[in-house]
């Protein structure tokens, strides 16, 4: 084979199961803008009748630079999406889907993978927001705890800042959240929890390597008028926002 010929060889490949649809990338490649924009494409090409799931294998993708990234945040092609890996770097690789504007979740499995992708849509967190999560008071502390792998729309954070009104309606208490493996947090959702929660200081906690990320990123791009900061087990966590309870505001 000549380095002409490698150079024709396909970046990825679509195919159609019927009920969703198959990307699957080539081995080494870096996702490009231009590869997102093709495969958005691509996809949109083979769904006339409207949108369906996407399974995505990631395989050795080598790289996705910021573009991509963000195209693929953006993206509204599919109904669903559900990335198969082969190990921790294809997770690391795609963590930045916690924050996609359709639901996407990260699998090893390819069957279970598929499982997701075929479950009634309207199972999703979004049909009852009120159940995507657990709220009460625990002594001086507002204590969240999201349902196991959640998708957080604005539906649920809405629902999220009504409840927190409700258990607190005089007092501004600090906020504890557990997150329990949270799959994706729209936009929208982060912009309700910034403007809507009336809280002194927000503790967030969670141990999957995308936790800190979500942190970091609701804090530079949504800018919550509250302190927040990331913690991977409750103890820290308490312990900071006691102090914030403290100090009171300012």
Known sequence: MTATDQQVLPRYTLSDAGDFLCLRWASGVTLQAEDIESTIAAVTAASPRGRRPLLV???RVERI?????????????STRTAVVGVDEVSRVLTAF???????????????????WLREDPGSDGASA??????????????W????????????VAE????????????????????LNHLVSLTEEALHSLATGLDIAALAIVGA?????????????????????RH????????AWLADCFRQGPG
Request: with cysteine; charged share 20%; proline share 10%.
């Open 65 to 77: 630079t910021p573009e991509a990234k963000q195209l693929l945040v953006d993206d509204t092609c």
């Open 231 to 238: 913690f991977t087990t409750t103890g820290p966590a308490q």
């Open 129 to 142: 927001p009120g159940e995507a999560f657990r709220a009460e008071m625990r002594g001086e502390v507002l």
């Open 57 to 59: 294998y990631i395989g």
């Open 208 to 228: 999957e390597r995308g936790d800190p990320i979500i942190t970091a990123y609701y804090k530079q791009q949504h800018h919550p008028p509250y302190p927040t």
């Open 159 to 178: 629902a999220l800042v009504a409840r927190v009104h409700q258990l607190s309606p005089s007092v501004c208490p600090p906020m504890l959240i557990r």
């Open 144 to 155: 969240v705890e999201c349902e196991s792998s959640t998708d957080v729309t604005n539906a």
């Open 97 to 115: 889907n916690y924050r996609s504007a359709t639901p996407s979740r990260y699998f090893t499995e390819e069957a279970d993978a598929i499982a």
